[in-house]
């Protein structure tokens, strides 16, 4: 896939606008669980997935493929996504409607990965609970565990997507273990 990443971006590059339409079509759905994984609020990252392919566009002269897109791209969704939680950070507010449509974009994304009916109320707590905990930890802390388990990156592409070493990764995914141990009493 990366050959043909490579083939679309340097289509894009010289103006293919629908060259960059399939990459947008391939990463949607990803940048969008990405997104919504450091925000942790479903409004919030459609418009953090919609600014990250505006930025991707608009900067694709920048690109080099020294790194993967995928890569590149999932390093402009961190940034946005970060930026984004700290503002909401500061002006909280948890709304029920707000609450009700994460809860609705829970169920869309556990449907589309086939989870029964009857687990979907244990997952929505268990993510209402796994989100309170990812809350509590450091942005870096946060970013590199959603990254990891969320959507099982290793610790390199971690490291180029947060543009850190990657034991720096290792240290930052132990200390959120740590203290969503803690934070969870598990």
Known sequence: MADKDKRLVKQAQNGDRSAFGLL???YRMQVLYLAFDIVGNYDDAQDVAQETFI???TRLHQYEDRAKFSTWLY?????????????????RQDALDTRVREVEALSIREEFEGAHPDERVEQNELRKVL???LDKLTENQRTATVLKYFHQKTSKEIAEIMG?????????????????????NY
Do not use: P
């Not at 200390?175 to 141990?181: H, S, T, V």
């Open 24 to 26: 947008v079509k391939r």
């Open 55 to 57: 930025r991707a566009f």
């Open 75 to 91: 390093r402009i969704t961190v940034n946005l996504a970060l930026d984004t939680h700290r503002k909401k950070k500061r002006s």
């Open 131 to 133: 989100e309170d905990g």
């Open 164 to 184: 850190c070493a990657e034991s720096t990764v290792r240290i930052h995914i132990y200390r959120a273990l740590q203290n969503l141990k803690n934070t969870i």
